[in-house]
């Protein structure tokens, strides 16, 4: 009798009898974020490992005769539902590039909070992108996708990917790196969010200041430390270069590193631009300590116990 056979992911059915395409993307976080000089486009040229963590939105597409979006869960309400908001964006940039009308209604369920430096918007173009892909069977590839993400933002080609990665240029060209795991995350959700460029400009005046290296931190350490499977290692190893920046606007972020720590993380870091913190713990039992005891100090809007490396942006 021969083997059953595997079939690929893009050739499964992904049509649900309602005619629906529904795909569930992950949060990210920066285990290494190294920020390079300013560029003359404006970004900073980037040396960061992403890790895709088991904080998820989902987003549902259906076809129809207009554009539509609406969201429930985090920042519903808060978020534009226009051109302004990334969704809309990429399912319009799509359709340009396949050359079709961009009609579809989408119902996103946010977990993700906004502007908390989890990457929550970029993950939600990523799952339109996604989404869109296969309810108009384009057949573009991964890479073709990948392209059109980094035209929407640094971190959604990675949210495509997922899993843990290496991210270059503005954080838009993106690689696999090999990662065990699971790792085991405590995630701080701040009150309110911190805007990305107003952070990356304050790092800029911290630079200019004298009052943080001007160098990007190397990602070496990290990269080594997510080869082998010691979380101690690991912890000693995160870095993020927009830190100072997030806490010289925020300064309350020292006080919810401090509590992370106080109550027994291997380590605390702010997640990309923040506000959001994230401890590493030893294993899940550890980290379900550390976010009871996070969650009794009162420094975060909520605390979520998450694992990483996950897949990116997938039908479900
Ligand atoms: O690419 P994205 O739209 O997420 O970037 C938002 C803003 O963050 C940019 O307009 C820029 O001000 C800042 N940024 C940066 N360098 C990067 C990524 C983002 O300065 N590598």
């Known amino acids: 009798m021969s083997e059953p056979q595997q079939v690929p992911e893009r050739d499964r059915p992904v049509l649900a009898a309602s005619g629906a395409v529904r795909v569930r993307v992950p949060a990210k976080i920066n285990v290494h974020l190294g920020v390079g000089p300013v560029r003359d486009d404006g ?10 963590i088991s904080l998820y939105d989902e987003l549902t597409v259906t076809r129809a005769d207009d554009l539509r979006l609406r969201i429930a869960g985090e920042g519903a309400g808060q978020l534009p539902l226009d051109d302004d908001n990334l969704v809309v964006r990429a399912v319009r940039a799509l359709a340009r590039y396949v050359d079709r009308e961009p009609h579809v209604h989408i119902q996103l369920r946010k977990q993700i909070p906004v502007a908390g430096g989890l990457a929550g918007g970029s993950a939600d173009a990523a799952a339109a992108l996604v989404a869109c892909d296969a309810l108009w069977g384009t057949g573009l590839t991964r890479d073709d996708l990948a392209t059109l993400a980094a035209t929407l933002g640094s971190d959604v080609p990675f949210l495509v990917l997922g899993g843990t990665a290496l991210g270059t240029g503005h954080g838009e060209v993106v690689s696999p790196v090999l990662a065990v795991g699971p790792w085991h995350w405590v995630v701080a959700i701040a009150d309110g969010g911190l805007s990305t460029p107003e952070v ?44 100072p920046a997030a806490i010289s606007l925020r300064p309350a972020l020292r006080r919810t590193l401090r509590a992370g720590t106080e109550e027994g993380a291997l380590a605390g870091i702010v997640s990309g631009s923040g506000p959001t913190c994230v401890f590493l713990a030893a294993d899940a039992e550890h980290a379900k300590k550390i976010a009871t005891g996070l969650a009794g100090q009162g420094v975060a809007r909520a605390v979520r116990v998450v694992r990483g490396p996950v897949p990116g942006a997938r039908i479900v």
Request: hydrophobic content about 45%; glycine content about 4%.
């Open 200 to 243: 990356y400009a304050e790092l800029d005046r911290l630079r200019e200041a004298g009052r943080v290296p001007a160098a990007a931190s190397d990602p070496g350490p990290v990269l080594a430390a997510l080869r082998q499977h010691d979380p101690r290692v690991l912890a000693e190893a995160l870095a993020n270069d927009l830190q």
């Open 43 to 52: 970004y900073h040229e980037l040396a960061t490992v992403y890790q895709a």
